[in-house]
């Protein structure tokens, strides 16, 4: 009998097969003494099994590339973390064995961080990934990992790791399905740009049983357990028009009576580039300059070494707009030479501009960089600050980009309620606003965005977040000023339409994701789109609010 339960739907489009499971877990090591003699010998075995799994996981970035290879180096460096290796090194020296010094240094890192409430708790998964990778190495153990399979499948795993996710084979993997993990963390960004459809936070996966036939629409967030022929046919159907709309969709983002919604992309650098422009992308609209940073977290890049990443983004958009994010480090981008060490809550400390502000030297280099990158070209650069809380932190940012000479549009991101609430006020110090919805969905509901736990507050279809993008875009337009979308929000096609209702004058996402939201606008009137962000915002939850969206643009 056919069984329907329902997640998150991260990824879109339809897989149907055979369920396959994650591997189990490292085990947990033996708890043994050794001789004081063997501490050496054993600390060498743990650095050498750290080195070896941090060059895996920069392999493994440089083979897929793009977003993937960032959040791979990063994972890399958190391997090689001197405080860590520090504290295992501590561990064999009074008779731990290397492998469960690692073990339980880990476990010590990890309980701080996943008890401290805090947004770097969000990177826990990650961080068990880099010890059951160095464990399982010290162990002489295959690591756990995606199933051998020579037949097509649908994954079903606790969570997803960067490393997992980021080499799947979408010849193999249909889709997967994970009982944790939220609608921005690092997995369900990272299928986002495979394209593999994906449902996160569905309660009860684990339990499905291998080789059990499933339906997973990555749209909706459902999954069919034994579906029906006629319940498979609805879905392909489904799908194949999908398919035909994307390929008859192209050109400019707009709706059906020509209301123009630019679309376009979020890189995290240079290897971003050729996806975002395949996909028909007017420009960028979130290009993530932190990670060019997190390659050393010592110290930050040079003048030169930024001026080279950036004049590759700005010159594959000639005569498009290109919106840089000024480093946003802090909470789950720490940096040594910046971040502060000790704060008790980093994702409410000293982040974002804040941290460029007690930086200045920082901020002055990288907008002359930015400044030098963009002589010659075409292009039209338009430069933000992240959360940005008031006028007082507006004004610091625009006086700075004036000091350093730069010619370009100079922004605000509305991360932070406080932004929307006052963004007219904003607006009399900067020329435009960018919402990032998934930090602005963490602050308002106080719901960590990589927690599944909590992902029902983390949806960006809760009302209260949609109002909020509309008191932002209304703010906007009563100054003549642009309002966009760069969070993952403008991703859902049928969202996209919702918030161009409300006002927002362009939407950027994952390239994957901007010949969905072409099709779909295309669709639809503007008139049509404003019911539907009426009737969102006068819904109570999230689903309701999707609900009444969903019967006002198919004409129920």
């Not at 994650?22 to 004081?36: D, N, S, Y």
């Not at 977003?67 to 504290?87: K, R, S, T």
């Not at 979408?170 to 994970?178: A, C, H, K, N």
Request: aromatic content about 4%; overall charge negative; some cysteine.
């Amino acid at each position: 009998m056919e069984t329907t339960l329902r997640g998150v739907g991260v990824s879109h489009g339809v897989a149907i097969g055979e369920v396959r499971h994650m591997g189990t877990a490292v085990l947990e090591p033996p708890a043994k003494q050794i001789p004081a003699e063997d501490a050496e010998r054993e600390q060498g075995r743990a650095r050498q099994a750290v080195e070896a799994v941090a060059a895996d996981l920069v392999a493994r970035g440089n083979l897929a590339g793009g977003e993937a290879q960032h959040v791979l180096e990063a994972q890399a460096m958190m391997a090689q973390d001197p405080e860590l290796m520090a504290d295992v090194e501590r561990r064999i020296a009074v008779g731990s064995t290397a492998e469960r010094a690692v073990y339980d240094a880990f476990a010590a890192y990890r309980a701080l961080l996943a008890g401290a409430g805090e947004y770097l708790a969000g990177r826990v998964a990650d961080l068990d990934d880099v010890r059951n990778r160095i464990v399982a190495r010290l162990l002489g153990v295959p690591m756990p990992g995606v199933p051998d399979s020579d037949e097509p499948y649908v994954l079903i795993a606790r969570d997803l790791a960067p490393a997992d996710t980021a080499l799947l084979d979408p010849t193999l993997v249909l889709g997967f399905v994970t009982e944790e993990g939220g609608p921005t963390s690092h997995s369900a960004i990272l299928a986002r740009a495979l394209g593999v459809p994906a449902v996160v936070a569905l309660p009860g996966a684990g339990e499905i049983a291998e080789g059990t036939v499933i339906a997973v629409d990555g749209s909706t967030g459902e999954v069919f357990i034994e579906p029906d022929a006629d319940k498979r046919a609805a879905l392909e159907q489904a799908a194949a028009e999908r398919k035909a709309a994307l390929a008859a969709s192209s050109g400019p983002g707009a709706t059906s009576d020509g209301h123009k919604v630019p679309l376009l992309a979020n890189v995290g650098g240079p290897g971003d580039v050729a996806a975002a422009v395949e996909a028909g992308a007017e420009g960028v609209g979130l290009f993530r300059t932190e990670f060019l940073f997190l390659d050393d977290s010592k110290k930050a890049p040079s003048e030169d070494k930024q001026v080279e990443a950036y004049r590759k983004v700005l010159e594959a958009f000639p005569e498009g707009r290109v919106v840089v994010r000024v480093l946003d480090a802090g909470a789950d981008k720490p940096l040594d030479f910046l971040t502060p060490a000790d704060e008790p809550n980093p994702a409410l400390g000293v982040r974002g501009l804040r941290t460029l502000l007690d930086h200045p030297d920082v901020l002055r280099t990288q907008l002359a960089a930015l400044a030098r990158a963009a002589e010659g070209l075409p292009v039209y650069l338009e430069v933000m600050a992240p959360m940005v809380a008031d006028r007082i932190d507006a004004r610091a940012f625009a006086d700075a980009c004036r000091e350093a000479g730069l010619q370009a549009k100079f922004g605000a991101m509305v991360e932070i309620p406080s932004a929307a609430l006052r963004a007219r006020s904003i607006l009399q110090e900067v020329e435009f606003l960018s919402l990032g919805t998934n930090d602005l969905a963490q602050y308002t509901f106080a719901a960590d965005r990589q927690v599944g736990a909590v992902s029902r507050l983390q949806d960006p279809w809760q009302p209260a977040l949609l109002d909020l993008v509309a008191a932002s875009a209304e703010a906007a337009k009563a100054e003549g000023k642009s309002c966009g979308v760069c969070g993952e929000a403008a991703s859902d096609p049928l969202l996209a339409c919702v918030l161009t209702g409300l006002g927002v004058t362009s939407l950027s996402m994952g390239a994957a994701s901007i010949p969905y939201v072409r099709a779909t606008l295309a669709k639809h009137t503007l008139a049509q789109c404003e019911r539907a962000a009426a009737a969102a915002r006068a819904a109570d939850t999230a689903d309701d609010a999707r609900a009444a969206a969903q019967a006002v643009l198919s004409g129920e």
